[in-house]
């Protein structure tokens, strides 16, 4: 069984413990692609150790030094703005992993189905712009989207065996973020540094940021409906701050279904990778008797109402999630670079879905417009 892969955001969070996964188990997987945006030094030392046939540099003005390193050992350099959705079409790849952050994992990926490759996806707004139009390809060009979000793994790893068996409904749990209990007096005035830390993960900063507001959880309600084929009204969130049930499903005889472990990114991404296999791994084991509570709570949805904002577009459908996702990558940057507060985020969201053109039954092109046209509004919006 050996995979060849394509890792898209190799020099992340996802994309570096995906090359630990690799490298744990050099017979079952090689290396045919690594890309990145900006972190060249890190790029060059991934390409020197694992010896892709291609990497993909996407920032243009760091083209010469990539090129100047991995030039001599035979690996091929790209650069440009179609690079990523040519190079995951190379004859060699079986699977690509999408570990690249926000809307620009949606074309790659689409060019990547197209070409028959599987896709083992962490890139959750791929399938929060465009699901419908994603997942139908996927089924026209027969090929598997596989989760690596641990919520959806979970979900998908309580269903292999009962793909025949009908959902009731699937609940996914939520660890609350690092303002889990707090009021909207309290998160007025939270900083960038307050909110990048997360109690259970360490991640990049953009899911960082959407794990403090629970946008995070509404990407993956959508990003849920999509994977499992759920109506909104079968998909239920629940706070469980200590993140150790990953997500669970319930079906038409009550009976639920959990997937457990210690909050490890690289048992998802591993599952994904090596489907339908489980490969023997030396990850930490989870002790019970470390945990004497697991606890479980509703999500404050007042003060966190981006994860409303996400049930909303579900319910609206069209290209109202591509609206959400959009001004939600504008708010996350510009909280970021501290130019708005906490909550503005989610006002900043509320008026582009009331503001932009919605369309009902979007084409790929729709998608591309709304994502030009909310970016174009949010960039507007004054407080
Ligand atoms: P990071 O920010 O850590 O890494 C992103 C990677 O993508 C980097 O390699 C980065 O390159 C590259 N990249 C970023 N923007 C672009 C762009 N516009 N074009 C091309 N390449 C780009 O993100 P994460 O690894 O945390 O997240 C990746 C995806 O996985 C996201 O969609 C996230 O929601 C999802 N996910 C992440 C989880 C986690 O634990 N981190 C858990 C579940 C889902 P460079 O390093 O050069 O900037
Ligand atoms: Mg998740």
Not at 140 to 150: A, C, E, F, T, W
Request: hydrophobic residues 45%; glycine residues 6%.
């Amino acid at each position: 069984m050996k995979r060849n892969l394509a890792i898209l955001g190799s020099t992340g969070s996802i994309g570096t413990q995906a090359l630990e996964v690799v490298a744990a188990n050099p017979d079952i997987f090689e290396i045919e692609v690594l890309t990145a945006q900006n972190n060249a030094d890190l790029l060059i030392e991934q390409a020197i150790r694992f010896r892709p046939n291609v990497v993909v540099i996407s920032n243009e003005t760091l083209y010469d030094k990539v090129f100047s390193a991995l030039d001599p050992l035979d690996i091929k350099v790209y650069t440009g703005e179609k690079s990523l959705s040519s190079v995951v079409q190379m004859e060699s790849i079986n699977m690509v992993l999408t570990a690249l952050v926000g809307y620009a994992g949606l074309i790659p990926t689409i060019a990547a189905i197209k070409a028959g490759k599987h896709i083992a996806l962490a890139n959750k707004e791929t399938l929060v712009v465009a699901g419908e139009l994603v997942t139908g390809l996927a089924a026209k060009n027969r090929v598997d989207i596989l989760p690596v979000d641990s919520e959806h793994s979970a979900i998908f790893q309580c269903l292999v065996g009962e793909f025949h068996n009908p959902i009731e409904k699937i609940i996914l749990t939520a660890s609350g973020g690092p303002f889990l209990g707090k009021d909207r007096e309290f998160l007025k005035n939270v900083t960038k540094l307050q909110a990048l830390k997360h109690p259970n993960w360490s991640m990049g900063a953009k899911i960082t940021i959407d794990s403090a507001s629970l946008m995070n959880k509404g990407l993956e309600v959508i990003e849920a409906k999509w994977l499992f084929g759920l109506t909104p009204d079968q998909i239920e969130v629940v706070v469980h701050p200590q993140s150790i049930i990953h997500s669970m499903v319930q079906f038409e005889d009550g009976s639920i279904k959990a997937q457990m472990g210690l909050p490890d990114m690289r048992v998802p991404i591993q599952f994904a990778l090596s489907y339908p296999a489980r490969l023997k791994s030396d990850f930490p084991r989870f002790d019970f008797s470390k945990y004497p509570s697991l606890t479980f709570q509703q999500p404050d949805l007042q003060t966190f109402r981006n994860l409303g904002f996400a049930f909303e577009a579900l319910n609206q459908g069209g290209n109202m999630a591509c609206i959400v996702n959009a001004a939600n990558e504008i708010a996350v940057a510009s909280f970021l670079r501290d130019e708005i507060g906490f909550l503005e985020m989610s006002d900043l969201i509320e008026d582009c879905m009331q503001r932009v053109s919605f369309v009902k039954t979007p084409t790929l092109e729709d998608y591309i417009k709304t994502d030009e046209e909310t970016r174009r509004r949010a960039l507007e919006f004054s407080f």
